[in-house]
């Protein structure tokens, strides 16, 4: 069973500051895909990220996969309350059915 | 873009009955559709693979004669919560792979909150 391991856990920090989730695997993906859910909602997709080493940006926020692509990161600038959520990484070992791997997810709380 | 949608968004059934969850892709055909199970504040946890025209494919520790799937199209799939308990009252969320505007993903479902009284 591949892993994902996904840090921090809980992050609770105040508007304005800024933020560094982590997804990290011992396991090659073919895709790595971010998602934010709200209570109460399916998750929805941030971003997908596919070849080593790219960078892609969401307004304030920016994706980056590792080289080897076994990691990834997400960083928020200036977080805002709007930000709060559960940010989950997902990453995909390709094939025709594209099941993902969860990370367990980071639940971050941004305080006014 | 992608839409997934499932029905109903709550319920709430006594104990010993079936409950069934409809996931439908409202924009794309999807081949495979996946159900998942969320604690709160929790991350999904992977229940089944549904494959439409075949069998699911379950995961370790998932019941399949509990948790029956059906993939008749490539707009639907359901999940039949068979005998319910109080156990197993979680969010089930589906999720739909396809091609929608020329991305390949996974597309999530609103989720199902089902309650066992």
């Known amino acids: 069973t591949q892993l994902l391991e996904q840090s921090p856990q809980f992050l609770s920090i105040q508007e304005g500051e800024n933020l560094t989730v982590y997804c990290n695997s011992s396991s090659v993906f073919s895709s790595l895909q971010w998602y934010r859910q709200e209570p109460g909602e399916g998750p929805v997709l941030l971003v997908t990220v596919v070849t080593g080493g790219e960078v892609k940006k969401l307004k304030r926020l920016t994706f980056q996969f590792g080289d080897a692509r076994k990691d990834s990161s997400l960083h928020i600038t200036a977080a805002q309350t709007g930000d709060t959520g559960l940010y989950l990484c997902?990453?995909?070992?390709?094939?025709?059915?594209?099941?993902?791997?969860f990370g367990k997810g980071t639940l971050l709380t941004v305080n006014p | 873009g992608a839409v997934v949608s499932q029905h109903p968004s709550r319920v709430i059934c006594k104990s010993g009955t079936s409950v069934k969850i409809e996931c439908r892709s409202l924009d794309f055909q999807a081949t495979t559709m996946f159900w998942y199970r969320q604690f709160p504040k929790q991350s999904l946890m992977l229940m089944a693979t549904?494959?439409?025209?075949?069998?699911?494919?379950?995961e370790q520790g998932v019941e399949k004669d509990k948790f029956l799937i059906n993939h008749a199209s490539l707009t639907l799939s359901t999940l039949t919560v068979t005998s319910a308990h109080p156990e197993d009252s979680s969010f089930y969320i589906c999720?739909?792979?396809?091609?929608?505007?020329?991305?390949?993903?996974?597309?999530f479902g609103p989720g199902t909150r089902l309650t066992v009284t």
């Open positions: 999720s739909a792979s396809g091609m929608a505007s020329g991305k390949k993903a996974q597309y």
């Open positions: 997902a990453g995909a070992r390709g094939g025709s059915n594209y099941k993902l791997t």
């Open positions: 549904s494959n439409e025209g075949s069998k699911a494919t379950y």
